[in-house]
Structure formats: structure tokens, C-alpha cells
């Protein structure tokens, strides 16, 4: 390593790009903060008009008896859980997708700092990396995992998985009631419930796959991972 001092001038000049860098940086966790913030605000309103609706059933059965009024009444009320449930579903997976820009742009950030001090790179944990690669990585996501049928599972431990399933588990619940709405045998009800279930869980992984297959073209990989391509 060179021991030369650089000029003055330099310095300044290094010393600016790295507050302005160190400037984006905290701006950008700051928005990440943020967006979490609003992801579990949003689980949480889904999930106290999820048991308002439960508790109000609830009463309703209790008077009616579970007859034609209360049917009217849930089939009713479960499409709006519904419909609040798929528009959390999908604020979620915008936030997510929100969430991936910024750990992208942090890791450009990154990259910056190596730039000018290439030989702080042993101290990073982090990707400086913009690619999947590098995301995943700045994430805690390996990429040779994600790709088992392990990381299926893994869908259903995040937000817009395991509400998935609730949402599912709702339309599962109307389709019920309305084949108790036509009369059908219990048989009949019970195919009701499991093909609502089914269908609403096959639609919203289709939804959530698409979902992230459509990025912006801003983040494109502007620098790549060493050998992504022979890794990948």
C-alpha cells in the first residue's frame, strides 16, 4: 500500500462523496424503518377486522342458530374480510417490492464505500453488490437455498404468505356457507370449503410469483456479483 499523502484537495473531495453517500445511506434505512412500520400496521388493521367479523358472527349464530339470516348475514360480512384481506395482500408485496429497491440501493451505497476504500471490504457483512445475489445477501437469504423446496415453506413464514392463508381460509369459509345457502349434503359443503380454500391459495402464490418477476428497470444490476452467471 502506498504510503503517499494525497493532496488537500483530495481529501475533501473523498470526504464529501463519503457524506453524501453516509447521508443516502441513513435516508434509506430510515424508509425501510418505515415500511415495516406500515406493513404491521396494516397486518394489524386486517387482523382486528378479521376478529371483529369472528366476534360479531359470533353473536349473530347465537341468536339465529346458524339459520338462513345467519348465513345471509356471514357471507356477507366474510366478503368484506375478504376484499380487506386481498388489498392488505397486495399493499404487503408493494412494500416488499419497496423494501428490495432500498436494500438495493444501500448495496450501490456499498459499493461507493469500496470505491473509495477498497480495503474496508473484510469489515462488511453485507453485499456491495446490486443484483439478486447481492440483495439476498444483504437480506440473510442464501441463493442456492432459496431455490430447494425448502424456500416454498419459507413463502409462508412472511407477511404476505401466512396472510394468504388466513385470506384463503376465509374464502374457504364462504364457499361453506353458500353451499349451506343451496342446500347442499354435508359431503357437498365440505368439497365447498376445501375447493374455496384450494383455488384462493393457488391464485394468490400465482399473484405473489408475478408480483416480483415484474421489477423497475431502474434496478437493473449495475454491478453485478463476481461470476453471478457461473454461480447462479
Do not use: C
Given at each position: 500500500?502506498?504510503?503517499?499523502?494525497?493532496?488537500?484537495?483530495?481529501?475533501?473531495?473523498?470526504?464529501?462523496?463519503?457524506?453524501?453517500?453516509?447521508?443516502?445511506?441513513?435516508?434509506?434505512?430510515?424508509?425501510?424503518?418505515?415500511?415495516?412500520?406500515?406493513?404491521?400496521?396494516?397486518?394489524?388493521?386486517?387482523?382486528?377486522?378479521?376478529?371483529?367479523?369472528?366476534?360479531?358472527?359470533?353473536?349473530?349464530?347465537?341468536?339465529?342458530?346458524?339459520?338462513?339470516?345467519?348465513?345471509?348475514?356471514?357471507?356477507?360480512?366474510?366478503?368484506?374480510?375478504?376484499?380487506?384481506?386481498?388489498?392488505?395482500?397486495?399493499?404487503?408485496?408493494?412494500?416488499?417490492r419497496d423494501d428490495f429497491r432500498w436494500v438495493v440501493g444501500m448495496n450501490r451505497l456499498r459499493h461507493g464505500y469500496l470505491e473509495l476504500h477498497p480495503e474496508l471490504e473484510a469489515h462488511f457483512t453485507a453485499s456491495p453488490y446490486d443484483d439478486l445475489r447481492g440483495a439476498l445477501?444483504?437480506?440473510?437469504?442464501?441463493?442456492?437455498?432459496?431455490?430447494?423446496?425448502?424456500?416454498?415453506?419459507?413463502?409462508?413464514?412472511?407477511?404476505?404468505?401466512?396472510?394468504?392463508?388466513?385470506?384463503?381460509?376465509?374464502?374457504?369459509a364462504i364457499g361453506a356457507l353458500i353451499a349451506l345457502a343451496v342446500a347442499a349434503p354435508q359431503l357437498g359443503v365440505v368439497l365447498s370449503a376445501a375447493a374455496g380454500f384450494l383455488i384462493a391459495v393457488v391464485l394468490m402464490g400465482l399473484w405473489g410469483r408475478r408480483s416480483f418477476t415484474r421489477l423497475d428497470p431502474s434496478l437493473e444490476p449495475r454491478f453485478p456479483s463476481p461470476n453471478a452467471s457461473e454461480r447462479g
Open positions: 500500500m502506498s504510503t503517499e499523502i494525497p493532496p488537500a484537495g483530495r481529501d475533501s473531495a473523498a470526504a464529501a462523496k463519503l457524506q453524501i453517500l453516509a447521508t443516502e445511506h441513513w435516508s434509506l434505512l430510515a424508509t425501510r424503518s418505515l415500511t415495516y412500520t406500515e406493513s404491521l400496521g396494516r397486518v394489524n388493521i386486517f387482523l382486528a377486522i378479521l376478529s371483529g367479523a369472528v366476534i360479531a358472527l359470533a353473536l349473530v349464530a347465537q341468536a339465529d342458530r346458524f339459520g338462513p339470516t345467519f348465513i345471509s348475514i356471514a357471507i356477507f360480512v366474510l366478503l368484506v374480510v375478504l376484499f380487506t384481506g386481498v388489498a392488505t395482500i397486495a399493499r404487503l408485496m408493494h412494500l416488499n445477501q444483504t437480506l440473510g437469504i442464501d441463493l442456492v437455498a432459496a431455490r430447494r423446496v425448502g424456500s416454498a415453506l419459507h413463502v409462508f413464514q412472511t407477511l404476505p404468505g401466512m396472510l394468504s392463508v388466513i385470506v384463503a381460509a376465509v374464502a374457504g
